[in-house]
């Protein structure tokens, strides 16, 4: 497929998502299949110490503009060796919507860098990257994510809202899980965040079942 009809259908796919996005309900509280319920997230592992933060997070998760979420876990991890740490976050919903659009709303400014290869246990992920910052609150991150529907990586956010909205028009339920881990970032080099947020995915992929880990890395 050339360029041009690459170009072409990549705008059919995107009409079509949003077209059929108006035709399902979005005044309803998402239930899904309570996958995160049931995960077990290791407290801490080879390198790393954690903490279950999810009760904090889904505090801040209520209200109807939220009502397409159906599960949300907030985990903070310590890189023992050095005391870096990291935020993982998975959210199970109906929808996503670009990271990079929450965190400008809530007063970061983004910069998108190339995407992250990572290596979870052969599970092989193009991860989207991030840079954010709120000069205010001197918050600067390395911001790697990607989505995985019944664990399959997606590759872009079109294909994800077709997947979705089909799901959706057809009340067929998945596991739609957006995996976002978040490094802060001290002084001007963002590569070392890129480089520990591969480490921690690599690392976590070891440390979970093997079928926990196809949910949120994909496959092999």
């Known amino acids: 497929m050339n360029k041009k009809a690459r170009y072409i259908t990549a705008i059919l796919l995107i009409s079509l ?16 299949t309570a996958f995160l319920s049931g995960l077990r997230l290791p407290d801490s592992f080879g390198e790393w110490s954690g903490q279950d933060m999810s009760v904090e997070l889904r505090d801040e998760l209520q209200g109807a503009v939220y009502e397409f979420i159906s599960e949300a876990l ?13 935020l993982l976050m998975i959210i199970n ?12 709303s809530s007063g970061f400014t983004t910069e998108a860098f190339e995407r992250t290869p990572m ?12 840079f954010t910052d709120h000069a205010p609150r001197n ?12 664990k399959k990586l997606v ?21 739609s899980l957006l995996v976002r881990i978040d490094v802060p970032v001290y002084g001007a080099d963002t590569g070392e965040g890129a480089e520990l947020a591969k480490k921690f995915a690599s690392d976590l992929s070891r440390a979970m079942s093997e079928s926990d880990a196809d949910y949120l890395f994909g496959t092999k």
């Open 155 to 175: 590759s872009g956010w079109a294909e994800q809202k077709i997947i979705q909205t089909i799901f959706s028009l057809f009340n067929r339920k998945s596991v």
């Open 17 to 32: 998502a949003m077209l059929l996005s108006f035709a399902v309900p979005k005044d309803v509280k998402y239930e899904g």
């Open 93 to 104: 919903a109906r929808d996503f919507h670009y990271p990079d659009v929450c965190f400008r």
């Open 74 to 86: 907030l985990y903070q991890y310590t890189h023992k060796p050095d005391g870096r740490k990291v």
């Open 119 to 130: 290596n979870a246990s052969g599970r092989l992920i193009n991860a989207y990257t991030l």
């Open 139 to 150: 918050d600067k991150r390395i911001v790697v994510y990607w989505i995985a529907i019944d």
